[in-house]
């Protein structure tokens, strides 16, 4: 009768492998990344308003980007924080030395960014809008008689505008002049029935190429003197 072979003893009891969670994560963050990404390019490329056409103001672009870069950031920190809990221990390591440089690596960049971003905002305000004192090159003029208003104006946006207006009306004023560099220049032309006992004030109104205004002389107390022949 032929031996029996004793049964084959069973196989230990393997333990169970911890569930890498970062290995089901990380495809997840890919497709919602792919996902985000093709719904950006459609909506950037629909209409005459989508997003490509507002990158042609800077503003927008610096804004975009800003953006962009911080989310990516605080996205990678926030994987590594969950790496960190939820990673198998023999891989965790390796993982967030890694992770911890592209992190660094976009810290410095968002640091860049935003100091450029924000320093360019501050730095970049254009000074008040105002005209410096004006000088006649003559001040008490006869009948007749032209006197030139000079002029400049600083700050605000260029190109400027300028309208000139006299009180009483015997001069006649001018309106919507340009100011070439914020230069002021303008002939003020003494009629030949002026009154000579009532010295004229003029004021002097400037817009910039934002709309801003700013006004000279809004007290009267430079007047054009008529001197009596």
């Given at each position: 009768?032929?031996?029996?072979?004793?049964?084959?003893?069973?196989?230990?009891?393997?333990?169970?492998?911890?569930?890498?969670?970062?290995?089901?994560?990380?495809?997840?963050?890919?497709?919602?990344?792919?996902?985000?990404?093709?719904?950006?390019?459609?909506?950037?490329?629909?209409?005459?308003?989508?997003?490509?056409?507002?990158?042609?103001?800077?503003?927008?672009?610096?804004?975009l980007?800003?953006?962009?870069?911080?989310?990516?950031?605080?996205?990678?920190?926030?994987?590594l924080?969950?790496?960190a809990v939820?990673?198998?221990?023999?891989?965790?390591?390796?993982?967030?030395?890694?992770?911890?440089?592209v992190?660094?690596?976009?810290?410095?960049?968002?640091?860049?960014?935003?100091?450029?971003?924000?320093?360019?905002?501050?730095?970049?305000?254009?000074?008040?809008?105002?005209?410096?004192?004006?000088?006649?090159?003559?001040?008490?003029?006869?009948?007749?008689?032209?006197?030139?208003?000079?002029?400049?104006?600083?700050?605000?946006?260029?190109?400027?505008?300028?309208?000139?207006?006299?009180?009483?009306?015997?001069?006649?004023?001018?309106?919507?002049?340009?100011?070439?560099?914020?230069?002021?220049?303008?002939?003020?032309?003494?009629?030949?029935?002026?009154?000579?006992?009532?010295?004229?004030?003029?004021?002097?109104?400037?817009?910039?190429s934002?709309?801003?205004?700013?006004?000279?002389?809004?007290?009267?107390?430079?007047?054009?003197?008529?001197?009596a022949?």
């Open positions: 009768m032929a031996a029996v072979n004793p049964p084959l003893p069973a196989p230990p009891d393997q333990p169970k492998k911890p569930i890498d969670w970062t290995a089901i994560l990380i495809p997840i963050a890919f497709v919602v990344i792919a996902v985000v990404v093709v719904v950006f390019i459609i909506v950037a490329i629909s209409g005459s308003k989508g997003v490509l056409t507002s990158l042609a103001d800077d503003k927008i672009a610096r804004g980007i800003t953006f962009l870069i911080t989310l990516a950031t605080v996205a990678i920190a926030i994987i924080a969950l790496s939820i990673s198998d221990p023999a891989a965790v390591k390796d993982r967030f030395a890694l992770g911890k440089e992190l660094s690596i976009l810290i410095g960049v968002l640091g860049t960014i935003v100091g450029f971003y924000f320093g360019s905002a501050v730095t970049g305000q254009s000074s008040p809008l105002r005209v410096a004192s004006v000088f006649l090159t003559n001040e008490q003029p006869k009948k007749g008689d032209t006197t030139t208003l000079l002029g400049l104006v600083s700050g605000g946006k260029p190109p400027y505008s300028y309208t000139i207006t006299f009180t009483p009306t015997d001069i006649p004023g001018a309106k919507d002049l340009p100011a070439t560099d914020g230069i002021i220049k303008y002939d003020v032309k003494i009629p030949a029935d002026i009154k000579t006992d009532t010295p004229e004030t003029f004021v002097i109104d400037v817009k910039d934002d709309g801003k205004a700013a006004s000279y002389n809004k007290d009267g107390a430079k007047k054009i003197a008529i001197k022949d």
